[in-house]
């Protein structure tokens, strides 16, 4: 009959073979789950979507057909190329012209992030990102190309624009406002940004020339502020005004109240 202390190291011998057969059965499980989980991945399909739509197919658009779905000439869509070209960061996977076509497609139409990424090609995260810093770079421009006349040449050629075109003399600029929807902010502000309709925005001013052109953008007072005194009566436009002894006047057209900025000492 063994001893007392072989049984003990018997015992621990075969205590310590069945912890190893545990842990090589447990690395078998293991492994047998990685493979599967690999073999699952190897048959998964890739996301189907729009392949080489900008290569393809918008090359082949015509001149009329670009404008409809993009909201500018092709001309001007390649001189906006051209801009921000050296301003747009480096991504392997899209070009230049692919991430600003994106864009401009997702701020023309009224789409959802799904179908717009589905469209060029790519996911919806990386649409939702391209939107963001392209239009960052859009907007580091804006200095650049709106801007309000300060001499009083500039202001004299605006002037004969809207006398030639609307019979209306002594304006520099047509002034209004509209609305940008937003998430309605959580706080104790939340009710000023409701405005007549019952909804969450954000107030635009905007100034143009008789040809359209922007020449002063305001933004960021809540939705419940009034379209045009509100936004009007603290935004930049008022000092250009002050500064070069302009007044502030109201004409109705079509039923709205529209601004119209014009100097008091232009004889024309």
Request: with cysteine; charged share 20%; glycine share 4%.
């Amino acid at each position: 009959m063994a001893a007392p202390r072989e049984l003990i190291a018997i015992l621990m011998e075969e205590i310590a073979n069945n912890t190893e057969i545990e842990h090589f059965q447990a690395n078998i499980e293991v492994a047998t789950g990685v493979t599967a989980a690999a073999q699952l991945l190897s048959n998964a399909t890739a996301p189907v979507r729009v392949q080489s739509y900008v290569e393809d197919v918008v090359d082949l658009y015509s001149d009329m057909e670009f404008k409809s779905h993009f909201r500018m000439q092709r001309s001007t869509f390649e001189a906006l190329c051209r801009e921000v070209a050296p301003s747009m960061q480096r991504e392997r996977s899209m070009t230049v012209n692919t991430r600003l076509l994106a864009t401009i497609w997702m701020l023309s139409n009224k789409e959802c992030y799904r179908s717009v990424a589905d469209r060029f090609g790519i996911s919806k995260g990386t649409l939702h990102l391209t939107v963001i810093q392209t239009c960052q770079t859009l907007s580091n421009l804006k200095d650049k190309y709106i801007k309000f006349p300060e001499a009083r040449r500039e202001m004299l050629s605006l002037a004969e624009g809207f006398r030639v075109r609307c019979g209306f003399p002594g304006v520099v600029g047509a002034v209004d406002g509209t609305h940008i929807p937003i998430p309605a902010p959580i706080s104790e502000f939340r009710a000023s940004f409701i405005n007549r309709k019952g909804l969450s925005s954000m107030q635009l001013q905007v100034v143009c020339d008789s040809n359209l052109r922007f020449l002063d953008t305001y933004t960021g007072w809540p939705g419940s502020v009034h379209a045009c005194m509100g936004t009007a009566r603290f935004s930049n436009l008022l000092k250009n005004c002050q500064t070069n002894s302009m007044s502030l006047g109201i004409l109705p057209i079509h039923c709205l109240h529209t601004f119209l900025l014009h100097t008091e000492t232009m004889a024309i």
